[in-house]
């Protein structure tokens, strides 16, 4: 069934029922966890609670200091962000989830490496991801490579929302939730509804999952949480920015690593700094992307990289070179909630700067004829030149080490017996690879654990 908040408000029809799962957000995570329990569980009474609606895509402004937020990187409506992305795809790499900057070798996911690979694996082409077509092309250059893939056509996941499956309450905003021995209860604002479940899974977004834990812990509620603490620290994204133009660059190279076309599918590669570098010399595995100017996927993909440099001369042979990058987990990168506001801090550290001054450098070297000539391609003023960051990690991570890790190892909050979080805002590190694949996984897992326990 399907309901609309604002109509049967006050009369709360679902308070007195006890649903298995209460699912709040609509977006990717929400529905790969809810068709996940489906799956497993038939008869699963699941309730999925969305803040938006079918019509309207709503927007929030964010407050932050260094980095920008992008207005349209939070979007409220069912369906969530899948609403507005591009649909490119990749995994993380296994020391993506290892610290380099440190002197320990460790890892900081609290998962093997091989059960993330075997989710990507079961999410395949239901959700087209692909998985399976991702593959390293072999060249030889003193880089590390990785395969991405994406559909000329971005995929909405409102589409896999069957409402005979399910119920789904919509201009909904939950405000807080608490828990009592056998269930979580999640309320509206001014408690003016409640909703019950043995489970609910808080699946809101990168930012909206911590501004909602703060938000209950701020009214007293969800008193047992341990690591309070650490709520909306070590939170990351993956700023990017143009790095320049390659004017006379080594095109029978970088051609095989451009961006192609087949059918509804494009593929390319990044090249990031090599894996001894990056652990000798404690740098990241931020990546570039070659772009050929003159290209029709360019296009495609400038409709959503909106800043154009449209000044720079455009030539048949130049490439644009983006670069997008991974920030390491910076306790001092921060989310905080006050009075319905979010503020966020998001800074660069100098292993970030770093790693961007050494790939770049490397790159020109490598990839141009005449580095020295390459004029438009600097990294000054990178503060300057970063887009906004679209791609919300962290704030209630898990973590090999316990006093690190606001949820467990199987996303239940820790110190609470039914609740859990699903999504970006859990990541230990933010790796540099676009999210919501490896975010899908997670719900994948967690709807697994859910029905076996
Ligand atoms: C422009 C853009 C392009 C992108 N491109 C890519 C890409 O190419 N590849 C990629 O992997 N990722 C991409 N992303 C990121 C991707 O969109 C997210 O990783 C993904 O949508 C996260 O899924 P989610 O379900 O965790 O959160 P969301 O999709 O953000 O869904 C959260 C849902 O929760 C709802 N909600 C929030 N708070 C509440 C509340 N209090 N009560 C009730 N409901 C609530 C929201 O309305 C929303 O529907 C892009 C993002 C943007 C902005």
Redesign the pocket.
């Known amino acids: 069934m399907k309901f609309n908040f604002l109509h049967f408000k006050k009369k709360n029809l679902l308070k007195d029922k006890i649903y298995d799962f209460i699912i ?7 529905i790969t966890l809810y068709k996940k329990l489906l799956s497993k569980k038939k008869n699963s009474k699941i309730l999925v ?4 609606n079918f019509e309207k895509k709503l927007f929030k402004k964010v407050k932050s200091k260094h980095l920008k937020i ?1 207005l ?11 609403s ?6 990749s995994y993380f790499e296994e020391f993506e989830m290892q610290p380099r900057w440190t002197k320990k070798k460790s890892n900081l996911w609290p998962m093997r490496y091989e059960s993330l690979i075997r989710e990507y694996g079961k999410l395949n082409n239901e959700y087209e991801f692909f998985f399976n077509m991702l593959r390293k092309k072999k060249i030889n250059i003193p880089f590390e490579l990785r395969p991405f893939i ?1 559909t000329t056509k971005p995929i909405n996941f409102k589409r896999f929302i069957n409402k005979n499956e399910i119920d789904l309450i919509y201009n ?4 807080s939730i608490n828990e009592s021995s056998k269930t979580s209860i999640a309320y509206t604002s001014n408690n003016d509804a409640k909703f019950v479940a043995k489970k609910i899974i808080i ?4 930012i ?1 999952s911590i501004n ?1 834990i703060q938000n209950s812990v701020s009214k007293g509620k969800l008193k047992n949480i341990k690591n309070k603490t650490i709520i909306g620290k070590y939170f990351m994204d993956h700023p990017k920015f143009n790095l320049g133009y390659l004017k006379y660059p080594k095109v029978h190279i970088i051609n095989k690593l451009e961006l192609t076309q087949k059918n509804n599918k494009i593929f390319y590669h990044g090249v990031s700094l090599p894996k001894d570098i990056q652990r000798k010399k404690k740098l990241l595995n931020s990546y570039v992307r070659f772009e050929k100017t003159n290209n029709r996927i360019f296009r495609f993909l400038e409709k ?1 990289n909106i800043p154009l440099m449209k000044k720079i001369m455009i030539r048949n042979n130049t490439y644009r070179v983006r670069l997008f990058c991974e920030m390491i987990p910076n306790v001092k990168n921060s989310i905080i909630s006050k009075k319905n506001n979010t503020y966020v801090k998001l800074k660069l550290s100098k292993i970030d700067i770093d790693t961007i001054r050494e790939l770049s450098t490397r790159i020109k070297n490598f990839f141009s004829l005449k580095p020295k000539l390459e004029l438009n391609f600097n990294i000054n003023n990178i503060q300057k030149k970063i887009e906004c960051a ?2 919300h990690m962290g704030g209630l991570r898990f973590d090999n080490k316990n006093k690190l890790s606001f949820v467990d190892k199987n996303l239940k909050i820790r110190g609470l017996k039914n609740t859990y979080v699903c ?2 805002a859990v990541f230990p590190s933010s790796g540099s690879v ?4 490896t ?1 899908c996984a997670l719900s994948s897992r967690l709807g697994e654990h859910l029905t076996k326990n």
């Open positions: 709040i957000g609509s977006g990717p995570s929400a609670i969305e803040r938006g992008k349209k990187s939070r979007v409220f409506t069912v369906g969530g962000t899948s507005l992305w591009s649909n490119i795809s994406a909904c905003k939950i405000n699946c809101c977004g990168g909206e909602l959503f679209s791609h999504g970006s676009n999210p919501t694949m975010i």
